[in-house]
């Protein structure tokens, strides 16, 4: 059974930076495509980064270009999300996701993907 556990969320302050983290059980994570998404109370879902198979093409949301990296550890068979320069509007549930490999491509719709992690909780202190 395909399964993902996102972890690493936390209590932060805007300007810090946070890793967090995908790890996979049952296959191979590689192999799939693998999207982090968020959602704020009362807003709707958002796909802020995504990464194909061989991690050849990445994607991100507007509002997280050049603060959010998304990359692989095939060794640990997991994948990041790379947060630096937080800002209180990053505050929200993050998750990420695995779809089926298609190409050398990515997609950041929710919809493309069928295996979702629980959400870890990015929160500001006052």
């Known amino acids: 059974q395909l399964q993902v556990v996102t972890s690493g969320g936390g209590l932060v302050q805007p300007g810090e930076s946070l890793r967090l983290s995908c790890s996979a059980f049952?296959?191979?994570?590689?192999?799939?495509?693998v999207g982090w998404f968020r959602q704020a109370p009362g807003k709707e879902r958002e796909g802020v980064a995504c990464?194909?198979?061989?991690?050849?093409?990445?994607n991100y949301a507007d509002s997280v270009k050049g603060r959010f990296a998304i990359f692989r550890n095939n060794v640990m068979n997991m994948v990041y999300l790379q947060i630096s320069s937080l800002k209180p509007e990053d505050a929200a549930e993050y998750y990420c996701?695995?779809?089926?490999?298609?190409?050398?491509?990515?997609?950041?719709?929710?919809?493309?993907?069928?295996?979702w992690g629980r959400g870890t909780q990015v929160t500001f202190s006052s």
């Open positions: 996701a695995v779809a089926p490999p298609q190409g050398t491509y990515c997609s950041r719709r929710a919809e493309e993907y069928d295996v």
């Open positions: 049952g296959f191979n994570v590689e192999e799939y495509r």
């Open positions: 990464i194909s198979k061989g991690s050849s093409y990445t």
